[in-house]
């Protein structure tokens, strides 16, 4: 088998079905931490590749100042667990288009129009809303970070409820739970950073109040990455998110995923991958939540 091939082949398999989740009790860890029956729960589900969306290059910039603006816009979107990319050829069967009309201002200002529109995988216009920019002239011929990303906060925010399911746009809980999502350990690449902003962002898709710290929160959520070389060329990583209770340090229980992966395959981004894994283990978390009553659905 050629490396490459195995090596896409096996990152296929981990982001669709082969990363197997399990809810468990977690025994290993230190008490006050009780022991919860065991449930096997479905596997990891994949979104749909329509599910993403293709940022096209803007009109109407300069090709810098468009590929600056569209890689804010995806790192937005995926704090709103939506997928995006910038190449041709992805996956991704949505389409983003914007058109820019600028209009030079005597004082060293510039006023813009930004004319954003979404299109489905058929092709049909779901979404168009015009967006009104007023930013000093130099910032935007040098495309400032700043501006590029105030810019794409207000895209991401506008175009990611199009792609959502209604489940996720109509998903309301108590509103005395605050959960503290922690940072995520272990994990190679920009695994930390990207498992932790994609479980704090599909917890609030979930409809669940943030909690700034432990302290703040009624619960809080702990993940740990474990990679361990299986051979020469491959590696096991494992993913544990333990649920506990703020208040009594309680371990209510630990949703599990693991699988094998070509090595250093993960060493990387993991951008939509990250979402994919966090997805996969939103529903054992809400388990063991119904388990302890708080939750009824």
Request: charge should be negative; charged fraction near 25%; proline fraction near 4%.
């Amino acid at each position: 088998m050629n490396w490459m091939t195995g090596h896409n082949s096996s990152l296929r398999l981990l982001v669709c079905c082969l990363f197997a989740v399990f809810l468990t009790a977690c025994g290993d860890l230190p008490k006050p931490f009780s022991e919860r029956a065991r449930l096997e729960i479905n596997p990891l589900v994949k979104l749909k590749d329509s599910s993403g969306i293709f940022i096209q290059p803007v009109a109407g910039m300069s090709e810098a100042a468009s590929d600056a603006l569209r890689t804010s816009i995806k790192e937005k979107l995926f704090e709103h667990n939506v997928p995006s990319a910038l190449e041709t050829g992805s996956q991704y069967q949505y389409k983003l288009l914007g058109t820019v009309q600028a209009e030079p201002d005597p004082k060293l200002m510039i006023r813009m129009q930004i004319t954003w529109r979404l299109f489905d995988p058929t092709g049909i216009e779901v979404d168009r809303f015009l967006q009104a920019i007023e930013a000093e002239h130099l910032s935007w011929v040098i495309h400032e970070p700043v501006l590029m990303n105030k810019i794409a906060d207000v895209v991401a925010a506008e175009i990611s409820p199009s792609v959502q399911d209604e489940e996720v746009k109509s998903a309301k809980q108590p509103e005395d739970i605050r959960i503290f999502a922690d940072e995520v350990t272990g994990a190679p690449g920009t695994g930390n950073r990207d498992l932790t902003v994609s479980m704090r962002a599909a917890l609030r898709q979930k409809g669940f109040l943030l909690a700034d710290s432990e302290e703040d929160a009624s619960y809080f959520v702990q993940g740990a990455v474990e990679m361990i070389a299986a051979g020469d060329r491959a590696e096991n990583v494992s993913i544990r998110w333990h649920l506990v209770r703020a208040e009594s340090g309680e371990l209510l229980g630990t949703v599990s995923q693991g699988n094998k992966v070509p090595k250093g395959a993960l060493d990387g981004r993991w951008g939509a991958l990250a979402y994919e894994i966090v997805k996969g283990s939103l529903e054992g978390l809400q388990d063991v939540l119904r388990q302890d009553g708080v939750i009824t659905r």
